[in-house]
């Protein structure tokens, strides 16, 4: 009797053995669908972790932009004249030189030029190019900045990117000249129509109220 529960004791704890391993098995569908889920979460998070990676660098590669001023005059000789502020939103760096492009695009007449510093101060070298230097075209003004004589729009010109450079670049005087550091002469202008090259622009209001040395 005791080899009989013995036996017994021995043939039981084998079909538990054996029943343990069969619940622990995995059949071969369910391993190959596992597979391709846990291969599709991995192909998933990767995903995810390189759009997040690109995200990062067009972020770290964003485009400085600055905001700049632009100035015009279209009262010129006035001493109550106010100058028309235009604030612009640009790529990178401003330079005197994008002031002047800025103020062609806005205007349609040609503010070209070269311009250095000289000390703490700018000196404009306008092109025989520009319209200051060659004249009124017509055609080229856009309909708020639209003149009708010469002197009118060489005024606006002057003062406008004198103002404009002043105030974008905090310095207190702006020396103009043309065509390679010669005066800034004209066969025509009302009341003055040379600029000496060591004598900084003052403004069309300063020139009109001292003409004929009158307030000097």
């Known amino acids: 009797m005791k080899k009989f529960k013995n036996l017994f004791a021995m043939v039981l704890t084998f079909c538990i053995l054996l029943s343990g391993c069969s619940s622990n098995k995995t059949s071969p569908q369910n391993?190959?669908?596992n597979s391709q889920e846990n291969s599709q979460e991995s192909k998933t998070k990767s995903s995810d972790d390189s759009n997040s990676k690109n995200n990062?660098?067009?972020?770290e590669q964003g485009v400085l932009m600055t905001t700049v001023v632009l100035y015009t005059n279209m009262e010129t000789g006035s001493e109550n004249a106010e100058f028309?502020?235009?604030p612009m939103e640009c790529n990178g760096e401003i330079t005197v030189g994008n002031l002047g492009e800025l103020l062609s695009d806005m205007t349609g007449l040609g503010f070209?030029?070269?311009a250095y510093m000289q000390g703490d101060d700018v000196v404009v070298d306008w092109a025989e190019n520009s319209t200051l230097v060659s004249g009124l075209d017509i055609g080229e003004q856009k309909e708020d900045f639209f003149f009708f004589d010469a002197d009118s729009m060489r005024w606006f010109m002057m003062d406008s990117l004198w103002k404009t450079i002043t105030e974008n670049f905090d310095v207190e005087n702006v020396y103009y000249t043309m065509e390679g550091d010669q005066e800034l002469e004209f066969s025509e202008l009302y009341p003055i129509n040379i600029f000496p090259?060591?004598?900084?622009?003052?403004?069309?209001?300063?020139?009109?109220a001292h003409t004929d040395g009158e307030g000097e």
């Open 31 to 33: 391993s190959q669908e």
């Open 56 to 59: 990062s660098n067009d972020d």
């Open 84 to 86: 028309k502020e235009e």
């Open 112 to 114: 070209y030029f070269t």
């Open 197 to 208: 090259k060591d004598v900084p622009y003052m403004g069309s209001a300063f020139y009109f």
